[in-house]
């Protein structure tokens, strides 16, 4: 895999050779018919019983295939994602899809809804039987496929969450060496297939880390052969969960869970036909949680960068040591009358950004307006921000003020360059921690790193930032940078920050085991120059502090 960027574009490109291979022994009997073996798929009778028979026919067959593949995941503004992707092997397959997915800042949950275009060529089909061969298949055919895809997830009050499904699939055989099968529905392909899940987490001390889990999946009809002469009922089955989490006894375990599954649990037996032959489907089925266990178990391991004990006592959210609020907040001002309340303003000039151009129109109706860009896409921070000051102040006032302005604003932040002195003893991660498994960090291109490079400090984070000079990674991405010193801006939510000190993951980075986290308030990043003066000053009380 090979990470890049083209612009504002970030790719993730991958790249391989997927090969193979399976071996099959098939034996078969037949007889005349008989009542020993008599028996109805719609009410079987599972009694019977009768001598042996012979086989008759088999085979024994290989099949190997080789494939190449290429994808690329392009990312865009850090919320725009596109996935393209081409492979060639035995079928061919091309298929465009488009969707969106949208998840609320205040509102436990997210929804997705896509819809494709799909088109297979030389799809594997049943041939026939040949006596020197025996049973084999041929890529023939074409299949086109239209569909919608959704998909609901979102976590309700008192420990219950829902995950939901839905697809829509309008498959056509476009293709077949048997003409009278065009146009008709690939055989045992659904056009309705849905699918709901609840679970129920347990808040009550006594079973804390117990949850109880039902569902069930929803086949629509669908036809027994591509000649469509005849459908297989729709089916409906349930499904049930116990599970228990032991991170929630000893955070030490925590990712440690144990399930119980219990597929068809009122044991009913659907009937598919395919092709001339039926079967029944799985009765009830009792799946235990060793899987799962060895699953969680892998994944605490993978996650765990250094060996988890019980870090020192902090203050602060998480361990973090609180910079005091420093005054007004510069880069939020508020028009206010001279009692010092909000005025009714009747502005002669409006000032606005690039970002707000949709709004022009309404705004030009209440006074003119000018646009400064005050950020460049993938690009330094600063130049912009220069210019769009000069521009600024040449509105307002003179030019040699803009300058002095800025001069001003950097002489500033160069007079704490010696207070600033011991935190240049490792880089500093700049960071805003959006919930307990994700930060938003900055890094090349932000206002913030042109602030650390002025002081004399450096940047934690050299990965990939997006064309705004951030990246939002997940805690099990911080190992690279555990040895940095966190600056985190904001107050974390409390919810959040407990689950995070509970976390051996987050315990066990470096700046959280030992308690180098500085916490700042809230430094607006495409603030300009206010922006920068306010953060070098906190970042300097936040050290002294």
């Not at 719609?42 to 024994?60: K, N, V």
């Not at 002469?229 to 729709?234: F, G, M, Q, R, Y």
Request: net charge negative; glycine share 8%.
């Amino acid at each position: 895999m090979k990470e890049l960027d083209t612009g504002p574009l970030a790719h993730k490109v991958l790249a391989g050779i997927d090969y193979q291979t399976s071996f099959s022994t098939f034996r078969t009997g037949s007889s005349v018919a008989s009542s020993e073996y008599d028996l109805y798929p719609d009410s079987p009778d599972y009694g019977r019983s009768g001598s042996a028979l012979d086989y008759s026919s088999g085979s024994d067959y290989t099949f190997r295939q080789t494939g190449i593949y290429a994808q690329d995941q392009i990312t865009f503004l850090d919320r725009w994602h596109a996935n393209f992707s081409v492979r060639q092997d035995w079928a061919s397959c091309t298929q465009y899809e488009a969707g969106i997915k949208y998840q609320s800042v205040g509102f436990n949950g997210f929804f997705s809804i896509a819809v494709y275009h799909l088109k297979e060529k030389n799809i594997s089909k049943y041939a026939g039987y040949n006596s020197t061969v025996g049973y084999y298949y041929e890529p023939i055919g074409e299949v086109t496929s239209n569909g919608i895809e959704a998909q609901a997830r979102f976590n309700l009050d008192m420990g219950l969450s829902v995950i939901a499904s839905y697809t829509f699939n309008d498959a056509e055989i476009t293709g077949d060496i048997t003409a009278s099968n065009i146009g008709n529905v690939p055989m045992v392909t659904p056009r309705h297939s849905a699918s709901l899940w609840l679970d129920y987490a347990f808040k009550t001390a006594m079973l804390d880390g117990v949850s109880l889990g039902a569902g069930m999946r929803y086949l629509g009809e669908t036809y027994t052969s591509n000649a469509n002469t005849a459908k297989n009922k729709s089916a409906t089955l349930f499904d049930a969960a116990l599970r228990y989490d032991f991170g929630a006894a000893k955070s030490e375990l925590d990712g440690l869970s144990a399930a119980l599954n219990v597929n068809n649990i009122v044991d009913w037996q659907p009937t598919t036909c395919n092709n001339g032959y039926c079967y029944l489907g799985a009765l009830a089925a009792l799946a235990g949680g060793r899987p799962a266990i060895a699953a969680q178990l892998a994944f605490k391991a993978s996650q765990a960068v250094r060996p988890l004990r019980s870090p020192p006592p902090m203050p602060g959210h998480l361990g973090c040591r609180a910079a005091p609020a420093a005054g007004h907040d510069q880069s939020r001002p508020v028009a206010r009358d001279q009692s010092g309340n909000p005025a009714a303003v009747e502005p002669n000039l409006i000032v606005s950004t690039p970002y707000l151009e949709r709004l022009r129109e309404k705004l030009e109706r209440i006074a003119p307006v000018r646009s400064f860009a005050i950020h460049a896409i993938s690009g330094p921070a600063m130049p912009p921000i220069l210019d769009g000051t000069r521009a600024l102040t040449a509105l307002t006032a003179t030019k040699a003020k803009g300058e002095a302005l800025i001069e001003a604003a950097f002489a500033d932040i160069a007079s704490l360059s010696e207070v600033v002195r011991p935190l240049r003893d490792r880089p500093l991660l700049l960071a805003n921690i959006l919930d307990p498994r994700h930060l938003r960090v900055y890094g090349r291109n932000s206002l913030f790193d042109d602030v650390l490079t002025r002081l004399g400090l450096t940047n934690a984070w050299t990965g990939h930032s997006n064309v705004w000079g951030f990246a939002t990674l997940g805690v099990d991405e911080l190992a690279d940078v555990a040895n940095a010193r966190l600056v985190c801006f904001d107050s974390v939510p409390g919810d959040a920050a407990r689950a995070m000190r509970e976390s051996p993951v987050w315990r066990a980075l470096g700046f959280a085991e030992e308690g180098r986290i500085l916490q700042l308030p809230t430094v607006l990043a495409f603030g300009m120059l206010p922006s920068a003066t306010r953060f070098a000053p906190l970042l300097s009380e936040a050290e002294r502090g």
